[in-house]
């Protein structure tokens, strides 16, 4: 996150994500809802954070 945090990506290093992972680098509600608000704007949200299956 910290190499981001010069090249811009992921919302200048404010947060990381892996298959059904999201690591905000500090904690907080307002910081969580700014990583899923750029997210959810840039159209990744349903390709980072999948839906678990009913079964």
């Known amino acids: 996150?910290?190499?981001?945090?010069?090249t811009g990506e992921?919302?200048?290093?404010s947060y990381f994500w892996c298959s059904d992972a999201l690591i905000v680098g500090h904690p907080g509600i307002g910081n969580m809802t700014r990583a899923l608000t750029e997210l959810i704007d840039a159209g990744d949200l349903g390709r980072i954070l999948l839906p678990l299956d009913d079964d």
């Open 1 to 6: 996150m910290k190499r981001w945090s010069h």
């Open 10 to 13: 992921e919302r200048g290093g």
